[in-house]
């Protein structure tokens, strides 16, 4: 039996950054527990703290020296320290500090052992990349507690209970619940605020895992389900999910309302504003969930709904993937070789390569297909050596890459059915002075995707963003 239907907060990384960051989440979770007394948080690192963790790692695995260890573990330290000095008053920032202290040096003893191995198991990888959040929460938790609000620190390795695939581990909902309920429900009915790790969990021996980059969102998730929350409110740094990537298109204009199918495409061509998967359990319960802005609070956000109304014919947002090249696998001699696109797409798969996108042949004389860049030379070499008779005996001219690319996409119900819509794309697209270098086969019903040299990718972007508008 649950009276309480509580509101899940979700911070990103940006939203506790610095200082001012954390203050603004704070006023958040004042705003929404006078909306709601039960109000759980769940909490990123801070911006930039996991990629400095696992670049720290990577480089151990080449061998650090003590020096170099120790250096990203002060910086590491230093992130929280200045957040702490700012917004806690001295006694309570003492405790906190010597806890961001205490996870710093496991950081440390950890670049060590694995620079001895010279390289790190995916349960090491696990150990470090926790860490931020294992910073992050306590912090949190105090400014909270500073600002009047009673709060506590929950590790979510006690509550989420997941299977053993290291870096992408699956949690296990029926085993998490009791947990989940046990832990959190006694907090709120004594009105102390959560402040919940996000991205952690743990084996059902314990043993520390995460959910895959970005994975704070799914413990949002996962905590608004086994809570039966009234709403999961996944606080970043702009307004909701919006028609294309602010950063790039300052007037991107929020979509107050999308369809989960809808944030799945968006996802899947590039927006990684919200991962689907993560936000599965809300959106199968009937649980509403909102994407909001932490420095703009009331301002305008995004409700995600189980089903949409889309409207056929327009272009919703644009997105970009980046990263990419294009290889091409071309020659006379290849006209009529039976099995040559098989043979091809066989070769790479066998890389552990995944292809988003081939393009358009004019004729049987090429294949062309995008990768991403950093699999690009194993890509080539791979298809060398499938086809090494055929080069040899010249009816395959080469394998050929191009330089970096990327890819937009116009996404939106519906669309290759509307008349004149690639016209007017295209139309822009050269407008703009963008040379496209490729058009997707068979372009999706919900989607319309073109290659661009890396180059011009945002100017791309902001061309076919036009198009949104109508
Ligand atoms: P967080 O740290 O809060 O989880 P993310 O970096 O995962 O934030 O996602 C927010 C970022 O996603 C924004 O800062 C924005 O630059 C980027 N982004 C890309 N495409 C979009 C889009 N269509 N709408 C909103 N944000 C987008
Ligand atoms: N801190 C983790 C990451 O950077 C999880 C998250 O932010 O959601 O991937
Ligand atoms: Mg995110």
Known sequence: MNDLHPLILKFGGTSVGTTEA?????????????????????????????????RATAAATEGVNGAAAAEAAESVYAAHQAIAAALLPAERREAILHAVRSRTETFRRLLEAIAVLGEVTPRAYDAVASLGERMSAPLLAAVLEASGIPARAVDAAELIVTDAAFRNAQPDMAASMPRI???????????????????????????????????????????????????????TDVDGVMSADPR??????????????????????????????????????????????????????????????????????????????????????????????????????????????????????????????????????????????????????????????????????????TRGVAGRLFTAVGTAGVNVIAIAQGSSEVAISFVVDAAEAEAAVRAVHGLTKQ
């Open 248 to 417: 790039i298109v300052p007037d991107a204009r929020t979509l107050p309302r999308l369809s989960y199918r809808e944030v799945a495409e968006l996802a899947y061509f590039g927006a990684k504003v919200l991962h689907p998967k993560t936000i599965r359990p809300v959106i199968e319960r009937g649980i509403p969930l909102r994407v909001r802005n932490t420095f703009n609070l009331g301002g305008p956000d995004t409700l995600v709904v189980a089903q949409g109304e889309p409207v056929p014919g327009t272009g919703k947002a644009v997105t970009l993937v980046r990263g990419l090249r294009l290889a091409t696998v071309e020659g006379r001699g290849m006209l009529g070789v039976p099995g040559v696109a098989a043979r091809t797409f066989s070769a790479v798969a066998a890389t552990g390569t995944s292809v988003p996108l081939i393009t358009q042949a004019s004729s049987e004389q090429s294949i062309t297909f995008a990768v991403p860049a950093e699999a690009a030379p194993k890509v080539a070499a791979a298809l060398e050596d499938t086809f090494a008779a055929e080069i040899a005996r010249g009816d395959i001219d080469r394998v050929a890459l191009t330089p970096p690319v990327a890819i937009v996409t116009l996404v939106g119900a519906g669309m290759s059915h």
């Open 22 to 54: 954390m203050q603004q989440a704070a006023q958040a979770v004042q705003q929404a527990r006078e909306a709601n007394p039960g109000v759980v948080v769940v909490t990123s690192a801070l911006s930039g703290i996991t990629d400095r963790l696992l």
């Open 181 to 235: 309920r046990g832990a959190l429900l006694p907090l709120l009915r004594e009105g102390v605020v959560p402040v919940v790790t996000g991205f952690i969990g743990a084996t059902p021996e314990g043993i520390t895992t995460t959910l895959g980059r970005g994975g704070s969102d799914y413990t949002a998730a996962l905590l608004g389900a086994a809570l039966e929350a009234a709403e999961v409110w996944i606080y």
